[in-house]
C-alpha cells in the first residue's frame, strides 16, 4: 500500500512539474502584480506614456497562449466553468441590453482588464514556492498603499479626502496615496484584506513574525480611524468575527479586543467618533449619511428590477442612474450593480460563481480535518485566512461595487492555485485506506479524484 502511495504521489509530482509555466512568466507576472498595485505609471510620467499596464498584460496573454498545453487540467476547474458561463452570458444578452454600445466599446474592456487576474494568478502561481512569493508581494502591495498615505499624513498633514458634516463644515478623511486612486472606503477595504492574512500567516510563526505583526497591526488600525470608514471597521469585524471563532483562547482575545477598543477611541477625534458611532446612532454625525447610503442602496434594487430579465448592460450602472435617479456615482452594493446591470439571470450566474469559490475552500478544509493533516499547517492556515478574507469580501460588497473590479477575481484564481497545491500535498502524506474512505470526494474537484483512485 505503502509502495503505490509513494509511486502515485511520484506520478502527480511528474505531472505536475511539466505543467510549470516557465519562471521568466512568472516572474513577469509578479511585476504586472507591482505595477498594479503600487502605479508605476502614476510615479513616473514618462514610464505612463507607454502604457505598461496594458503592455503587460497583452504579453501575460501571449505567454498564457504559447503555454496553453500546460493548463488543460486547472482549466477544467469548477470555478473556470462558472466564470465562462457568466462572460458567454454577457456576451450573449449584449443585444438585449438597454445601452450595448457602452458595453461593447467601453465596458466589457474594464471587465476583461479586471477578470484576467482569474486566469494569471490561478495559471501562474504553480508551486509552493510561488504561492508564497505572490502572497508576499500581494500583501506586501496592500501593506504599501496603507503605510504610505499614514507616513504622508504623519509628516506632512496630508490626508486625501474629505467628508461633509451637518454643521456645514468639511472633515479630513484618509485616502489613498497621491500616486494611488483609492478614496477612504477603498482605503479600508484594502486594510481588511491585509489583515487576515497578516493574523494567520505571520502570528503562529516564530517570535520575528510576531514582531512584525505586532509593529504592522497598530499602524494599518491606526490608518483605519482616519479614514473614517464604517464600511471598513464592519469588514474589520467580519474578520474579527472568524478570528474568535477558530480561536481556543477566547477569552484571551476578548480581553485583547477591548484593550484595543479602549485605545483607539482614545486616539480618536471627537468627529472620528461621531462618525463610527453613527452605525448604531442614527443621532450622531454621519447617522443621516448612513440612511442615505441605505435609501441609495434600495432604489438601485429598484432600477435594477425595471428591467429584470437582461438588465441595462456591463458596467452601465452610472448610466442607468443618471437617466433614472438623476445621480451618477458608481453603485454603492455590488449586489445591486450585478442586478442593474446583468438582469436577474446574470445575478443568479454570478452568485453561482461566488458559490463555487467558497465550496472549494470547504472541500479543502474537509479534506485537512478527515484526513487529520497537522503537517499541512501553512494550507491550513491559509485555507482560513481564505475563508475569512471571502465572507469579508462578501459583506463588504454590500457597500462596494466590484463587478469590473479586479479583486473578486483576484480572490477566485488564489483559491484556484491554493486548492491544486493543497490537495498536491494531501497526495503526497501517508496515511490508511480508512481515512481516505472516509474523505468526501466530490466529483467536480478532478484533482482530488485522481490522487484518490491513484491511491488504491
Known amino acids: 500500500m505503502t509502495s503505490r502511495i509513494n509511486s502515485s504521489t511520484r506520478l502527480l509530482s511528474d505531472k505536475f512539474s511539466k505543467s ?52 488543460k487540467d486547472r482549466i477544467g476547474d469548477p470555478i473556470f466553468k462558472a466564470f465562462f458561463i457568466l462572460v458567454s452570458y454577457i456576451i450573449f444578452s449584449i443585444p438585449f441590453v438597454e445601452w450595448p454600445g457602452s458595453v461593447v466599446k467601453v465596458n466589457l474592456d474594464t471587465f476583461l482588464k479586471a477578470s484576467v487576474f482569474l486566469f494569471f494568478v490561478a495559471l501562474f502561481v504553480d508551486t509552493e514556492r510561488r504561492l508564497r512569493v505572490f502572497l508576499i508581494v500581494f500583501v506586501g502591495c496592500q501593506i504599501f498603499r496603507v503605510l504610505e ?78 479614514t473614517m470608514s464604517r464600511g471598513g471597521f464592519i469588514a474589520l469585524l467580519v474578520v474579527a468575527f472568524f478570528v ?69 448592460g456591463l458596467g452601465t450602472t452610472p448610466e442607468a442612474k443618471v437617466h433614472k435617479l438623476g445621480a451618477r456615482q458608481a453603485s454603492h452594493n455590488l449586489y445591486a450593480e450585478v442586478l442593474i446591470e446583468l438582469g436577474v439571470v446574470g445575478f443568479l450566474i454570478f452568485m453561482a460563481f461566488l458559490l463555487k469559490i467558497i465550496k472549494k475552500l470547504f472541500f479543502v478544509r474537509s479534506s485537512f480535518s478527515k484526513l487529520n493533516l497537522n503537517s499541512l499547517d501553512f494550507y491550513a492556515r491559509l485555507n482560513k485566512a481564505l475563508i475569512a478574507l471571502f465572507w469579508m469580501y462578501a459583506v463588504y460588497s454590500i457597500n462596494y461595487w466590484g463587478l469590473s473590479q479586479y479583486y473578486w477575481y483576484l480572490f477566485a484564481g488564489l483559491v484556484i492555485a491554493f486548492s491544486n497545491l493543497a490537495l498536491k500535498n494531501v497526495s503526497g502524506k501517508s496515511y490508511d485506506s480508512s481515512s481516505v474512505e472516509s474523505c468526501h470526494y466530490d466529483s467536480k474537484f478532478r484533482l482530488a479524484n485522481k490522487i484518490r483512485d491513484r491511491s488504491y
Open 149 to 226: 498615505p499614514l507616513y504622508l499624513n504623519i509628516t506632512s498633514g496630508y490626508w486625501g479626502s474629505s467628508t461633509y458634516l451637518s454643521s456645514k463644515e468639511f472633515a479630513n478623511r484618509l485616502a489613498g496615496a497621491p500616486a494611488d486612486v483609492i478614496n477612504p472606503n477603498e482605503l479600508g477595504f484594502v486594510i481588511a484584506t491585509a489583515v487576515p492574512f497578516l493574523h494567520y500567516l505571520l502570528w503562529p510563526l516564530g517570535w520575528k513574525s510576531k514582531s512584525l505583526y505586532l509593529l504592522l497591526m497598530p499602524m494599518l488600525l491606526y490608518a483605519l480611524i482616519l
Open 244 to 312: 474568535f471563532k477558530e480561536s481556543k483562547k477566547k477569552f484571551r482575545l476578548i480581553a485583547v479586543g477591548v484593550l484595543a477598543a479602549i485605545l483607539a477611541f482614545s486616539v480618536m477625534t471627537p468627529v472620528q467618533k461621531e462618525r463610527y458611532l453613527s452605525l448604531i446612532d442614527r443621532d450622531a454625525e454621519g447617522g443621516a449619511s448612513a440612511e442615505g447610503r441605505i435609501r441609495g442602496m434600495v432604489n438601485e434594487f429598484k432600477l435594477g428590477m425595471t428591467r429584470p430579465v437582461f438588465g441595462h
Open 20 to 71: 510549470l509555466v516557465s519562471d521568466f512568466t512568472f516572474y513577469f507576472f509578479i511585476y504586472f502584480v507591482i505595477d498594479f498595485f503600487i502605479r508605476f505609471s502614476a510615479r513616473f510620467p514618462a514610464y505612463a506614456v507607454i502604457r505598461p499596464t496594458l503592455i503587460a498584460v497583452l504579453v501575460l496573454l501571449v505567454f498564457l497562449f504559447f503555454q496553453k498545453d500546460k493548463f
